[in-house]
């Protein structure tokens, strides 16, 4: 408890030394007119709520998101926020909860999921739901993906409240179920409760990555974009047999030369309007050699050499191409028998824009094998869809970034995985990936991993940053 008790006043020592030094780059940013004890106590509510959270296993499957959503609605009826739980199947649920505003702007929504992918106790250091702290940074299955982000709105809800903000906007959070899996929780939202999102102008969840790199943010991603999952199936046919008399055109032997051709192929590099951006975005922070690249990335490709370099780099070849993994492979159940069919997997990953069946084409002339069918996983594709970044919102993001992170450029991306910004965006809401978390590489590596964390530091700050963004955008 001595040294728990050192490393929280450290933290609240660091967590006031960086909110000072934004409220004097900023002096205009809302969370500036707070008095600091009250600050700091919003900060210690979000530790003390976080070890809380963390401590609901909702892993999915099952998910079992009720219990958290009961975490919630305690919270907002302790401050009186107007709330509704929906327990749409038994043990999972949605909360929805409003501060009220003028009503001359249309609302904001806050959203987040309550589900966590599964994990592995045995490779973890503390239990992924103990909500340890170990050397300042709290371990938990949901401390990147995504528990953490929705605490800071939690904690903005009430900041809202007790500060009384003037809000010329409704401010909505929205907590759901299930975005690990089927997404079931936000399509139940969408059909059913249609009218408690009131038609909203924006939207903010995950995605969003601020890199952090020797104790210096080098980048806000914002994410305004996300490919499109178009999971397929390979089956190979072949004669089977007793494995003691090898047959040439079994199916395994078809499906592994099938996945040799699809394995190898290389899908063309193409340059997207919001890449375009998001490289001379970054144009700023890399090497000279690679600054002008950026700055012109498709004169740059033109290049053979260049084009090669970017093409085998994963960091940025997955915002040229549609992408390509296999993912999972199954024959015989026996070691001594041949079966007659063999399958994989593959999780295929589109750009904006791209046409599902047109790919599904080109990949059975990739394969071009008779013998091996090739369909999706899925008849449900959702065709990928990107919000402007010529918005009130996304300027906003500009401007409490550049008080918190000075000289950081703010870049924006798409997301390599699924969010459920691709459903919201279907209504006419424009949706942003936005964290208000830094994470350093190895830290943004635990998101389903192993050894999932949040440094405390972070907690203690992030609430502030979105609150920044929130409450400027409720007056404009």
């Not at 040294?3 to 004097?24: D, E, K, N, Y």
């Not at 919630?72 to 929805?96: C, M, Y």
């Not at 015989?332 to 599902?356: C, H, K, M, Y």
Request: net charge negative; proline share 5%; hydrophobic share 40%.
């Amino acid at each position: 408890m001595i040294a728990l008790s050192r490393l929280s006043l450290c933290a609240a020592l660091l967590f006031s030394l960086v909110t000072a030094a934004a409220a004097q780059s900023a002096p205009n940013l809302p969370s500036a007119t707070i008095p600091a004890d009250r600050l700091a106590k919003y900060s210690d509510d979000a530790v003390q709520w976080m070890r809380d959270y963390l401590r609901i296993d909702t892993s999915n499957p099952p998910g079992h998101e009720l219990a958290a959503a009961q975490f919630f609605k305690k919270v907002l009826d302790s401050e009186n926020i107007e709330n509704q739980v929906f327990e749409f199947t038994p043990g999972r649920a949605n909360i929805w909860a409003r501060i009220k505003g003028g009503g001359t702007k249309r609302p904001l929504i806050l959203l987040s999921h309550m589900d966590v992918v599964t994990s592995d106790p045995a490779k973890w250091k503390a239990n992924p739901f103990s909500a340890d702290v170990i050397d300042g940074a709290m371990y938990g299955r949901g401390a990147q993906d995504m528990k953490q982000e929705g605490l800071a709105q939690l904690v903005v809800m009430v900041m809202l409240k007790r500060e009384q903000v003037r809000l010329d906007r409704d401010v909505i959070l929205l907590a759901t179920s299930d975005e690990e899996v089927d997404g079931i929780g936000t399509d139940w939202m969408i059909a059913n409760k249609r009218d408690l999102l009131e038609n909203a102008e924006f939207l903010i969840t995950e995605g969003g990555d601020n890199l952090e790199q020797k104790g210096h943010v080098e980048s806000v991603g914002v994410d305004v974009a996300e490919k499109s999952p178009f999971w397929l199936k390979l089956t190979a046919h072949g004669t089977p047999g007793h494995a003691s008399v090898p047959l040439a055109d079994s199916a395994p032997n078809r499906l592994v030369r099938a996945l040799y051709r699809v394995i190898n192929y290389q899908t063309e590099l193409k340059v997207l309007p919001v890449v375009e951006e998001h490289f001379k975005a970054l144009a700023a922070t890399q090497t000279s050699d690679l600054a002008a690249k950026f700055a012109d990335i498709r004169t740059a490709l033109e290049d053979k050499a260049f084009y090669a370099r970017m093409s085998a780099d994963p960091q940025y070849a997955y915002l040229l191409r549609d992408t390509i993994s296999l993912t999972r492979m199954q024959g015989s159940q026996q070691t001594n028998v041949i079966p007659s069919e063999a399958v994989a997997n593959l999780d295929i990953r589109l750009l904006p824009g791209e046409d599902a069946h047109a790919f599904l084409v080109l990949m059975k002339n990739v394969v071009d094998d008779a013998n091996v069918t090739i369909e999706p996983e899925s008849k449900d594709f959702r065709k990928a869809n990107a919000s402007d970044v010529n918005t009130t919102l996304f300027q906003i993001f500009r401007e409490v970034s550049a008080a918190y992170w000075p000289g950081t450029p703010v870049v924006p991306t798409i997301t390599s995985g699924y969010t459920e910004n691709q459903r919201y965006r279907e209504i006419g809401i424009n949706c942003y990936g936005f964290t208000p978390y830094a994470a350093t590489k190895e830290e943004g590596a635990t998101e389903h991993g192993n050894n999932e964390r949040v440094r405390l530091e972070e907690l203690r700050s992030a609430p502030r940053i979105l609150f920044d963004v929130v409450a400027t955008l409720g007056q404009r």
